[in-house]
């Protein structure tokens, strides 16, 4: 089994910055790190950064030019660098990975922007 723990979340001011970190264990041979979404109430999960074919990373319009997604795979952890959070950018962020044949989830950290 795979488990997969984020960390990071916290409440910012508007402009401020905060880096997520999500950290696998378990049987994590065959798995891969791949990409970071967000939920808030009521609306579906949303993809915010991924990794894509090849290692190139791929972003939603909304958080260009201001988060980086990385990863360290001698780690088993995943990072979420978010800088000049918006108010628009309070969810709970999610990481993800998978498998050949299986997609893993976290349990989520709150990102919370105060204006």
């Known amino acids: 089994q795979v488990r997969l723990v984020e960390s990071g979340g916290g409440l910012v001011q508007a402009g401020g910055s905060l880096s997520l970190a999500c950290v696998a264990s378990?049987?994590?041979?065959?798995?891969?790190?791949r990409a970071w979404y967000r939920q808030t109430p009521g609306e579906p999960r949303e993809l915010v950064a991924q990794?894509?074919?090849?290692?190139?990373?791929n972003y939603a319009d909304s958080v260009k030019g201001r988060f980086t997604i990385a990863r360290d795979n001698a780690k088993n952890t995943m990072y979420l660098r978010m800088n000049d959070l918006k108010a628009e950018d309070a969810a709970s962020y999610f990481c993800?990975?998978?498998?050949?044949?299986?997609?893993?989830w976290g349990q989520g950290t709150q990102v919370t922007v105060s204006s």
């Open positions: 990794f894509t074919n090849g290692g190139t990373t």
């Open positions: 378990g049987n994590t041979g065959n798995i891969e790190l």
């Open positions: 993800q990975a998978a498998s050949l044949t299986q997609i893993y």
